[in-house]
């Protein structure tokens, strides 16, 4: 016969032992016990199948609230035995971070090894820096002033679909971007300082295209920005071929042809001797024997405008490039999103 | 852009047997062909033949026999297709013919019999992928046996380039455009032919049609012609033809002439049918706030209002009929209410000059490119418009009436540049002078007077990328570079006396680098833009600054900690079986402005103050080699201090770390000019919060600083470079094991130790710590090497005894310890 004394009976039994458990692992087992198949619980419930439907009624709502009860006293205790097991732990591996001995300073015996693309960096700064250029960087968040229209490209101007922008939710909308170029930094450079500039400006950007093979959302480019007495085309065309040798070797070399950036007048692409194939014309270059690596004119008379330097007294050059890109080339990797992965295997090649 | 070198040849006199010349020339003007495309070629041996018979072949079920004739007598080949019977029409390559891609076509004999040559399906002539059978030329007019099938087709050899056009360039983005520059260079004649007058109506075009612009500033010019008694038809099938080599679809006589002229002159133009036009005219307005149309492409549009982005002032020119009802964006796209259909006879056609910004704000609001809207808002010829009109209607061949509409604005004048010859030096390092500047600029449109200081320059009003002086004096420079040829130009290494160089911080954050490489880390870039749950997942509250364009959703903040990052790469290697590693990486984390910001100039102009979030270069380090935990971390920091000569940093327990380990962190404190400032911290990532983040390899030991303060030699203070002496007389050692309560930190009873040891404590080291069997509960025994020496003297054994005892003394008053 089931009754409700029966009842109380199970559930002051099974909340017993639920609360009398003292660790995540007795806890399960309790639970087990107490709400599991064989469960005094459960066989209870079995029992209703003799009673008639309306005793069989109240007796289920009953049992029904028992296990709801205990469930709820499960993982209440559930919780408060994880608070205490993860306080004991932290107990246990209370360390005093100044007590440790130089003894136990681990004996290292491999060598890491910097990022491909940050090695790249190095390399090309100490080329730049070894023709006599400063190094300059600047930060990732700019304004529009800085990433476009102080770079003779205003607002709205179609100019703008050469860069896909990611904006921030900073300000008005479309005001403040992840920079989507280093040229930024030129106008911080000569905003804060007076010419001549010889400075290179390495550095993370941020375009808003889908990783493929070529391209990446995050990417690094280096700037070049000369700004001096006397400063003429015939000075950039040198400076990159002298760089595009002394970068990829005596064999790379360059040339330029027209092309156009807001910033620059007249601009030009740069192409250099396609790395592949050395010239000889291969499917990388289409069979020309030159791949295109970057972009590079006299700075605009109208950004020189917006930093308040004057265009008759001083004359300049900026260039820029991928190191991404460099790396690619010089390492021959088909795709650039491996250089994000962070697999080892990848890492110490370099 | 694709450029059939057939249709360039109409304006000049181009060599078709010098392609890849013209290739190189291209390039070097800055219009790169990214691509050569030869069509219709090898198929001048290719005739039409009438199927007289077709006839089994004993043995053979699938190939038989078909006797062809070509014009010439019956002739036997073998084929293998089955699309076609007697009477049909099929191209035959006789034997000998060499069809694309050298196929050359012999007399062969196949399972007994003898074929003369080969029928040919689309795919084998090249014309099409078609390969289901060979080609029924049954339909085409003019095919008749023996007729050479390229004249059946009408098809010619030709080669078609695919140009890029640089943005600024908007003249060169049509056909007539790139002969031009190509002729100039080549040293041709360039001829743009005048169109033929259509037949002329007597009824003035007034009598047809009307024209109002209520909206000069966005539209300073428009013409419109009417022309009458249009039959709509398909396209004579060269016109077809050009079209789709410049890969555009044939739809009528009408339309296809507005695109083909388009794609001929590079100025859009818009044929309405002007019986469906209310009121039989076109008014053009300022759409007004908030109204609808429901473009060509029949998604509805809402006008008028000002978009997100920087300077949209929300303004839209809208193309009305004459009643005032919209029925197209202004250059960019129509409605479909007024467009040419098989039953329109009577045609307004309009073409306009539209201002290039607000076609560019309009098209970039409502993301919404055309064709024209491209070429508009690049700029098109304010005073080329009347000659696409012309040419239109002499395409569509219909009447016209007499005149055309004219409205006008403050339409663009040609602009007189005056560029002296010694800016061109200047600016070019190379002397051209004026007589050869005026040569090189004349052909392609500009007009030159030499004078004895320079040039005096009229712009061609096709030339919106030259700007008014005295920044256009440049743009002509580049104009003059580019058409001398840029590697006409010889380099010059340039010298400066300012000597280059890394910056201090640079510099040592190559040191840095180099050391976390020297402790066996491998340096990992992971994603600045990442989910903002990352944040909170270790624990990291508060605002992060959100992309309002992100490529994924997820990814749309700007990472606080490179702790996930470095974490998930950790899991990425454990995943591969490859666990054993320590990664580290030195990269930017940002805040919000609301916790932590910078200003810069910012807004339209630079004029206004703008918040930006604050950027921190962090150094960031995950150790999980075998037995990696948080001492090493404090290992792997010793080696950086010390590789930096930091003197005076300390590590400072602390169990609220986000994402750290709370009874296993610390930061690290500087002590410096300006006091005491947190530059890092260090310990073991939260077991919790690494499995969050994938991992569950065990411990991981955890070292993160702020270079842009560690580096800071006011924050974190270094050992003077004065070179220290060393002393010449024996030092001498004293160990002590120390008993304190585990609650005070082994820092303080070193610093106690070395306060106490004065000038002649040359080193105090830690180095050994016992817990167990014989210590009190809750204490540990910290043995401490004191070593002395003097400068000037051998220590004494009284000396060393008094030091010792001070030492003792001072543990025991700051810390409690005891001799044990």
């Known amino acids: 016969m089931i009754g409700t004394a029966r009842f109380a009976e199970i559930e002051r039994d099974a909340a017993d032992a639920l609360v009398s458990a003292t660790s995540l692992a007795a806890l399960a087992e309790a639970q087990t016990a107490v709400l599991g198949r064989r469960s005094a619980l459960a066989s209870a419930h079995r029992d209703l199948a003799g009673l008639d439907p309306e005793e069989r009624r109240a007796a289920g709502k009953i049992l029904h609230e028992i296990r709801t009860h205990l469930e709820a006293l499960a993982a209440e205790r559930g919780a408060a035995l994880a608070a205490r097991e993860r306080a004991e732990m932290l107990d246990r591996d209370r360390l005093d971070l100044t007590e440790v001995t130089d003894d136990e300073v681990c004996s290292v015996i491999r060598r890491g090894r910097l990022h491909l693309v940050d090695q790249t960096r190095r390399e090309l700064e100490d080329v730049f820096v070894a023709m006599g250029f400063t190094v300059a960087e600047g930060p990732e968040a700019e304004t529009d002033w800085y990433n476009f229209e102080a770079l003779n490209i205003p607002p709205a101007h179609p100019a703008r679909s ?27 450079l000569m905003e804060e300082q007076a010419p001549p500039i010889h400075a290179v400006i390495p550095g993370r950007c941020y375009r808003r295209e889908t990783a493929d093979a070529r391209h990446l959302p995050v990417f690094h480019q280096v700037e070049g920005l000369v700004v001096d007495h006397g400063i003429t085309f015939a000075d950039l065309a040198g400076t990159i071929e002298t760089f595009t040798t002394a970068y990829f070797g005596a064999d790379i070399h360059s040339r330029l042809r027209p092309g156009y950036f807001p910033f620059t007048e007249p601009s030009a692409e740069v192409e250099v001797t396609c790395t592949i194939c050395r010239g000889k014309g291969c499917r990388t270059c289409s069979g020309t024997g030159w791949v295109e690596l970057a972009g590079c004119g006299m700075v605009d008379p109208a950004v020189f405008a917006a930093v308040g330097i004057d265009p008759e007294e001083w004359t300049g050059f900026a260039f820029g490039f991928g190191i991404d890109r460099c790396a690619q080339m010089r390492h021959v990797i088909a795709d650039s999103r491996v250089l994000g992965e962070n697999d080892v295997r990848f890492l110490r090649q370099f | 852009m694709k450029t059939p070198l057939s249709w360039l040849r109409d304006f000049a006199a181009f060599d078709t047997s010098e392609v890849s010349r013209l290739v190189t020339t291209l390039d070097e003007l800055g219009l790169v062909v990214e691509g050569v495309e030869h069509v219709g070629e090898g198929l001048g041996d290719v005739v039409v033949a009438l ?25 036997e080949v073998v084929c293998g297709a089955q699309n076609f019977a007697p009477g049909d029409l099929v191209p035959l390559a006789p034997v000998g013919a060499v069809l694309p891609g050298d196929v050359e076509i012999r007399r062969r004999t196949m399972k007994g019999a003898v074929s003369n040559g080969m029928l040919c399906s689309a795919r084998e002539l090249g014309l099409s992928d078609d390969h289901e059978g060979i080609l029924v030329l049954n339909d085409v007019e003019g095919a008749r046996p023996g007729v050479p099938l390229t004249d059946a087709l009408g098809i010619a050899e030709d080669v078609v380039f695919d140009i890029t056009v640089e943005g600024n360039r908007p003249d060169a983005w049509s056909v007539a455009g790139v002969a031009r520059d190509l002729a100039g260079k080549l040293g041709l004649a360039f001829t743009l032919p005048d169109p033929a007058p259509a037949l002329e109506l007597g009824t003035p075009v007034e009598a047809l049609a009307s024209l109002e612009i209520e909206a000069l500033d966005l539209c300073p010019r428009m013409v419109v012609g009417v022309l009458e008694g249009v039959r709509v038809a398909p396209s004579p099938r060269w016109l077809a033809r050009r079209l789709l080599l410049a890969g555009m679809r044939p739809i009528n006589n009408v339309v296809d002439a507005s695109n083909y002229v388009m794609l001929e002159l590079g100025q859009p133009t818009h044929p309405y049918d002007l019986d469906r036009l209310g009121g039989a005219g076109l008014l053009v307005r300022r759409a007004r706030h908030g109204e609808r149309l429901v473009t060509l492409d029949g998604v509805e549009r809402t006008l008028g209002t000002p978009g997100r982005g920087l300077g949209d002032t929300g303004e839209d020119c809208l193309i009305c009929d004459a009643e005032g009802s919209p029925i197209g964006i202004g250059g960019i796209m129509g409605g479909a209410s007024s467009e040419i259909s098989d039953s329109t006879t009577r045609v307004a056609l309009e073409a306009a000059y539209f ?34 009109v012309d040419r239109v209607c002499e395409l569509v061949g219909a009447p016209c009436a007499a005149g055309k509409l004219d409205v006008r604005g403050a339409v663009p004048e040609p602009e007189r540049i005056f560029v002296s010859s010694r800016r061109i030096v200047a600016v070019l390092g190379v002397d051209i002078d004026v007589a050869r500047a005026a040569s090189l600029l004349e052909p392609i449109g500009f007009g030159a007077e030499p004078g004895d200081e320079g040039l005096l320059v009229t712009v061609p009003t096709n030339r919106p990328d030259i700007r008014p002086a005295p920044y256009g004096v440049e743009d002509v420079i580049e104009e003059i570079a580019r058409t001398y040829g840029y590697s006409q130009i010889p380099g010059r290494q340039p010298a400066w006396p300012e000597p280059g160089g890394l910056t201090q911080h640079q510099k040592d954050r190559r040191l840095v680098a180099d050391a976390m490489c020297g402790v066996g880390a491998y340096e990992a870039w992971t994603p600045s833009l990442v989910d ?66 910078r200003g810069a100039r910012g807004g339209s102009g630079g004029t206004q103050e703008a918040v930006l979030p604050g950027e921190h270069e962090l150094l960031a380090a995950v150790l999980a080699s075998a037995g990696d935990d948080a001492r090493h971390a404090v290992a792997v920091w010793r080696v950086l201090a010390e590789a930096l000569h930091l003197d005076a940093v300390d590590v400072v327990a602390d169990g609220s770390i986000p994402g750290l380990h709370p009874t296993r962190a610390a930061r690290l404190v500087a002590r410096g000019h300006g006091g005491s400032t947190p530059i890092g911290a260090l310990g073991e990532v939260d077991p919790e919060v690494a499995a969050a983040f994938g991992y569950e390899g065990g411990r991981v030991g955890w070292l993160e600083v702020d270079l842009g303060l560690v580096l800071d030699p006011n924050v974190a203070s270094r050992r003077p470079s004065a070179a220290r002496t060393i002393s010449r007389f024996p030092s001498s050692d004293v160990d002590l094991a120390l008993v ?71 543990a025991e008053a700051a810390t409690g310890a005891t001799l044990r």
């Open chain 2, 51 to 75: 199927v007289e018979g077709v006839d089994a072949i004993p043995g053979a079920d699938r190939i038989r026999l078909v006797t062809v004739d070509a014009g010439q007598g019956p002739l």
């Open chain 2, 532 to 597: 903002d749950a990352d944040h909170r997942a270790m624990g990291l509250f508060g605002p992060a600054v959100r992309v309002s364009n992100p490529i994924v959703k997820e990814e749309a903040w700007l990472r606080r900690s490179m702790l996930p990052g470095l974490v998930r790469a950790l899991a990425w290697n454990a995943n591969r079986r490859q666990g054993d590693v320590r990664l580290f990486e030195i990269g930017t984390v940002f805040s919000h402005p609301d916790v932590e910001g």
């Open chain 2, 740 to 810: 304190v309560a585990d609650g005070v930190p082994a820092a303080k009873v070193e610093a106690a130790l070395v306060a106490a040891g004065g000038d002649l404590l040359e080193s105090a080291r830690l180095f050994d710590v016992y817990r167990g069997p014989g210590m009190p509960e809750g204490h540990r025994s910290l043995a401490f090497r004191l070593r002395f020496s003097a400068p000037d003297r051998t220590l004494t054994d009284d000396e060393v005894g008094r030091l010792r005892r001070a030492a003792i003394d001072a």
């Open chain 2, 355 to 388: 201002s290039p910004m607000a076609i560019a704000r309009t098209s970039k609001r409502l993301g919404l490119r055309t064709e024209a809207s491209a070429r508009f808002e690049r700029g098109c010829d304010p005073w080329g418009i009347d000659r696409a």
């Open chain 1, 162 to 188: 050469m860069w896909d922008t990611f904006y921030l939710d900073l300000g008005q909308p479309e005001t403040v971007v992840l920079r989507t170029h280093t040229s930024p930094v030129q106008v911080h």
